[in-house]
């Protein structure tokens, strides 16, 4: 007699020689004062965390330690907001962060410094024109759209390949954050643009194949750190 097989449904595994990356946005950021722009790092407004935000580097650490899971690396941009919210996983981990230059947040152009933010705030036309045509490089001087794409492919490339069959944690940007979930999805413009700070996203990378895990979880905060004060990116 023939037996009967059963096909159950299983768990999501990784495929062997992929890459899991947990893409976590930056803490709040210091608020621009009109008339005082950020100091800039290659061109790019380089403010440090407010308190709030050092507040949800350590919440978002704290998550990422109790899941148990084994961190291989902590990757963070050039920009200090990202090494700041690194830094109180770092400290558990007992592991120095890695700078990978092409995942630092879209160019802004005439905007940097702050100049983005207060544009935002009065609902400039060029702001809204960004929104309809969904382009940051509608800003005067913007990175172009396919720039930004392939550097921050390039970025996600070569982390994932550093770190086949292993899980890291990417402390980046919410433009950046949105592209990455782009490419993955095969969406465009800013479909997923609006990631909170100190949010967890999720992705696995096996060479072309880019798989969504999660999006923008934000369990590990309280609602005292749900604020507008950045918005975008």
């Not at 440090?48 to 580097?57: I, T």
């Not at 990631?195 to 999660?214: K, L, M, P």
Request: charged share 25%; net charge negative.
């Amino acid at each position: 007699m023939t037996e009967t097989r059963e096909f159950r449904q299983t768990r999501f595994a990784p495929p062997p020689g992929a890459c899991e990356i947990l893409l976590v946005r930056h803490g709040e950021s210091a608020p621009h004062v009109e008339g005082e722009a950020f100091p800039l790092v290659a061109g790019h407004g380089d403010p440090p965390l407010d308190p709030v935000g050092e507040q949800q580097a350590i919440l978002a650490a704290q998550r990422l330690i109790d899941t148990g899971e084994s961190i291989a690396a902590v990757y963070v941009t050039t920009l200090q907001r990202t090494r700041q919210t690194a830094a109180p996983l770092l400290a558990q981990l007992d592991q120095e962060a890695i700078v990978e230059a092409d995942l630092r947040e879209v160019f802004l152009g005439d905007w940097e410094g702050g100049e983005f933010r207060r544009r935002v705030a009065d609902n400039d036309p060029l702001v809204q024109l960004m929104y309809v045509e969904q382009r940051w490089d509608v800003i005067p001087g913007g990175e172009p759209a396919h720039q930004f794409e392939n550097r921050v492919r390039r970025g996600i490339e070569r982390v994932a390949a550093a770190h086949r069959d292993e899980l890291v944690v990417a402390v980046v940007h919410g433009g950046v954050i949105g592209q990455v979930m782009n490419l993955a999805a095969g969406t465009k413009g800013f479909t997923f643009t609006g990631a909170d700070n100190a949010s967890i996203s999720h992705i696995v990378v096996e060479n072309d194949r880019w798989v969504i895990r999660c999006y923008n979880d934000t369990s590990h905060l309280s609602p005292t750190f749900s604020t507008a004060a950045e918005p975008l990116i």
